[in-house]
């Protein structure tokens, strides 16, 4: 076969398949639209999914209906199964679906829309404004009390009720990293909040980028898989959680690493720890990956520092991690896998026998993951699999808990990770939908 019937042919499978840029744009449109209408229900209101806030989005309210379950849980399923075959469609294809451009407007677009409007979900913000309160205006250690002991303080009110007798169990580096905002006042520390999650989605994405280009990877479909992601959008940038700058700090580490720069990754994998201690997760397989004296080195330097810094601020309680995430580890949420699976075998709840089992097969899986690594596996694939199962072993699953996996995913060739990681976040909106199932009352 001449070159010329060769290429005949591929100009006639592009021209052929020209609805599929054309469904995507169509896709594209219902993202905007599902995110469009959970934000502007969400300001019209009271609503059992908007926390109780100072009115940030009062130019929006008017427009939609109260945001109700029912009224939530339509648009957010529209989305997710938009979002699932906008990838479907524009993964592995020779002609482009959709461009990088408008890839990235569509991905600014909604990050603009979501940044408008309320606090979406979770109370969360308010608590990292309360604990930077404590500390700038009040004098009082978050590590050592919790938002109670300010409950004069205009920003007491609007804290979760699980969370007003609990101190902190955030790293020292994002509680000082939070103080600047606390002399804003509470409206001024929101949008400051609002401001640091979008920047640091910001650059998680062009991270994700660049580290898919060093991959050979497909850089658009990786940042649309992040960027477009139903949780990250509506619960991650809407709630502004620090898990956004977790995500970035973890993705300036793998970009060091890529680039050969192992000490300076090694420390901000800690400097990422001290905002979250999540992320911790990734410098044994990048140690064992690179084999190289660099990552720990810079690991160490950056873990003195960080514990010289907290210290003055906060005394011997700023560098107890383990106390904090022993007392988190406690914790049980009703959306978690561990209390689905209690349910299904008949137990009323989860158990300290279960917290035990659970913490046994996350170490055996991590140490069997290192083991690959060890023998040649992907540490990028082996840290996402690991940020994976802490997601599926914790007791206390959150929605945004379940992107930490994602950007590193979407870096990977092993496909069983993006599949494992988005059917992970199937199953958690799935879990949500029985009020569409529950009676009109």
């Known amino acids: 076969m001449s070159v010329a019937t060769q290429s005949e042919r591929g100009v006639g499978r592009i021209r052929s398949e020209w609805w599929r840029p054309a469904?995507?744009?169509?896709?594209?449109?219902?993202?905007?639209?599902?995110?469009?209408?959970i934000v502007l229900d969400g300001a019209a209101g009271r609503s059992p999914l908007i926390p109780k806030?100072?009115?940030?989005?009062?130019?929006?309210?008017?427009?939609?209906?109260?945001?109700?379950?029912?009224?939530?849980?339509?648009?957010?399923?529209?989305?997710?199964?938009?979002?699932?075959?906008?990838?479907?469609?524009?993964?592995?294809?020779?002609?482009?679906?959709?461009?990088?451009?408008?890839?990235?407007?569509l991905i600014a677009a909604l990050h603009a829309i979501v940044f408008a409007g309320p606090i979406l979900i979770s109370t969360d913000v308010f608590s990292y404004i309360a604990y930077a309160r404590m500390g700038v205006e009040h004098g009082i250690n978050p590590y050592l009390h919790g938002p109670i002991a300010i409950s004069r303080d205009p920003i007491f009110q609007y804290?979760?009720?699980?969370?007003?007798?609990?101190?902190?169990?955030?790293?020292?580096?994002?509680?000082?990293?939070?103080?600047?905002?606390?002399?804003?006042?509470?409206?001024?520390?929101?949008?400051?909040?609002?401001?640091?999650?979008?920047?640091?989605?910001?650059?998680?994405?062009?991270?994700?980028?660049?580290?898919?280009?060093?991959?050979?990877?497909?850089?658009?479909?990786?940042?649309?898989?992040?960027?477009?992601?139903?949780?990250?959008?509506?619960?991650?940038?809407?709630?502004?959680?620090?898990?956004l700058l977790m995500l970035m700090l973890m993705m300036v580490?793998?970009?060091?690493?890529?680039?050969?720069?192992?000490?300076?990754?090694g420390a901000v994998v800690v400097a990422g720890a001290l905002v979250?201690?999540?992320?911790a997760a990734l410098l044994p397989f990048m140690i064992l990956s690179r084999r190289r004296l660099a990552p720990i080195l810079g690991a160490l330097a950056a873990l003195a520092a960080g514990a010289i810094v907290a210290y003055a601020a906060f005394g011997v309680h700023g560098i107890d991690v383990v106390a904090a995430l022993n007392r988190d580890a406690a914790f049980v949420s009703t959306d978690s896998f561990a209390t689905e699976i209690a349910h299904?075998?008949?137990?009323?709840?989860v158990f300290p026998i279960d917290h035990d089992l659970l913490k046994?097969?996350?170490?055996?899986?991590?140490?069997?993951?290192?083991?690959?690594?060890?023998?040649?596996?992907?540490?990028?694939?082996?840290?996402?699999?690991?940020?994976?199962a802490i997601s599926v072993t914790s007791t206390w699953l959150l929605a945004w808990y379940i992107l930490w996996p994602l950007p590193l995913a979407v870096l990977t060739?092993?496909?069983?990770?993006?599949?494992?990681?988005?059917?992970?976040?199937?199953?958690?909106?799935?879990?949500?939908?029985?009020?569409?199932?529950?009676?009109?009352?």
């Open 159 to 243: 804290v979760g009720h699980d969370w007003r007798h609990v101190a902190t169990a955030y790293g020292p580096l994002y509680t000082l990293l939070s103080y600047p905002f606390a002399p804003l006042g509470v409206k001024g520390a929101l949008w400051g909040m609002k401001i640091l999650a979008l920047l640091a989605s910001a650059g998680t994405l062009v991270l994700t980028w660049r580290c898919a280009r060093a991959r050979d990877l497909d850089p658009v479909w990786a940042i649309l898989a992040v960027g477009a992601n139903p949780l990250y959008i509506i619960y991650g940038v809407g709630g502004a959680h620090n898990d």
């Open 344 to 349: 299904l075998f008949g137990k009323p709840g």
């Open 53 to 105: 806030s100072p009115a940030i989005a009062g130019w929006l309210q008017g427009i939609g209906e109260r945001l109700g379950y029912r009224v939530f849980l339509v648009p957010i399923l529209l989305f997710a199964a938009a979002y699932g075959a906008m990838l479907l469609l524009t993964r592995g294809v020779r002609a482009p679906a959709i461009s990088k451009r408008w890839a990235i407007v």
């Open 253 to 265: 580490a793998v970009s060091l690493t890529l680039r050969g720069r192992d000490a300076a990754a």
């Open 276 to 279: 979250k201690a999540t992320v």
């Open 413 to 441: 060739r092993d496909r069983r990770l993006v599949v494992a990681t988005l059917a992970l976040q199937a199953l958690f909106l799935l879990h949500q939908t029985s009020p569409l199932f529950a009676p009109v009352q």
């Open 23 to 37: 469904l995507v744009s169509l896709l594209a449109l219902l993202l905007v639209i599902a995110t469009g209408e």
């Open 360 to 388: 046994a097969s996350l170490v055996l899986i991590a140490l069997h993951l290192m083991w690959r690594t060890w023998r040649g596996y992907d540490w990028i694939a082996a840290s996402g699999w690991t940020l994976l």
